[in-house]
């Protein structure tokens, strides 16, 4: 049983690189986590998240169904689904993680050799700043909280097994993809 994580600042182009990796390698699969904050447009219930209710996220904790869980932001709840890795591995594919630094070192703890860390790095937090300005998803308030949060973050990628500086997006891909491929023939 193999399992890849991807943290980095929000904005650090994580998400993006881990879509692509899913659809370019077929043998993994997304741990699909829950989370209490609103569903932005383009975004599925069951794919991208389980968007879920604060009440039933504390119900979920109550029932000690996560492997992990953050309140990533004041009342934004994230948390990884033990039932979701167990979904995955009965699949026989290698689940990918698309978490906070934190959720991601706490996973690599838990689950060791077996698991790659990846710290996906944004060229600048001027550049992190830019990019989630441009992609219209954030408040003003919300933008300045994950500027904060990508700052403290970025302080964190000394722990990773491997970092991708995601300056050009074709070529941060390219490189992820070789990392997983050598780490799935480890
Ligand atoms: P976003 O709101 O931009 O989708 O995610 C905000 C942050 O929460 C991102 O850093 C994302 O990786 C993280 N996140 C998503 N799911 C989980 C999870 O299950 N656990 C933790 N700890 N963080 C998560």
């Known amino acids: 049983m193999k399992l890849i994580v991807f943290c980095g600042p929000s904005g650090s182009g994580k998400t993006s690189i881990k879509n692509f990796l899913l659809a370019t390698n077929s043998q ?3 741990s699909v986590s829950a989370t209490t904050r609103p569903m932005r447009e383009f975004e599925k219930h069951g794919v991208d998240y389980y968007f879920i209710s604060i009440e039933e996220f504390k119900a979920k904790i109550s029932n000690n169904e996560f492997i992990e869980w953050e309140e990533v932001y004041a009342n934004g709840f994230y948390g990884t689904l033990k039932s979701e890795i167990e979904r995955i591995n009965k699949a ?3 689940t990918v993680f698309d978490v906070d630094v934190e959720g991601g070192l706490h ?3 838990s689950f060791g ?3 790659l860390a990846v710290f996906v790095r944004p060229p ?3 550049e992190l700043h830019k990019r ?3 992609r219209g998803t954030e408040t003003d308030e919300s933008l300045r909280k994950r500027v904060a949060k990508a700052e ?3 302080t964190y990628e000394k722990y990773f097994d491997r970092v991708i500086i995601n300056n050009d997006f074709d070529l941060a891909c390219e490189m992820s993809g070789q990392l997983v491929t050598k780490f799935l023939n480890e």
């Open 92 to 94: 026989g594919r290698v």
């Open 152 to 154: 403290l973050e970025m």
């Open 113 to 115: 050799d077996k698991c």
């Open 132 to 134: 989630l300005v441009k």
């Open 28 to 30: 993994l699969a997304f």
């Open 124 to 126: 600048s937090i001027t």
């Open 107 to 109: 996973i690599k703890e």
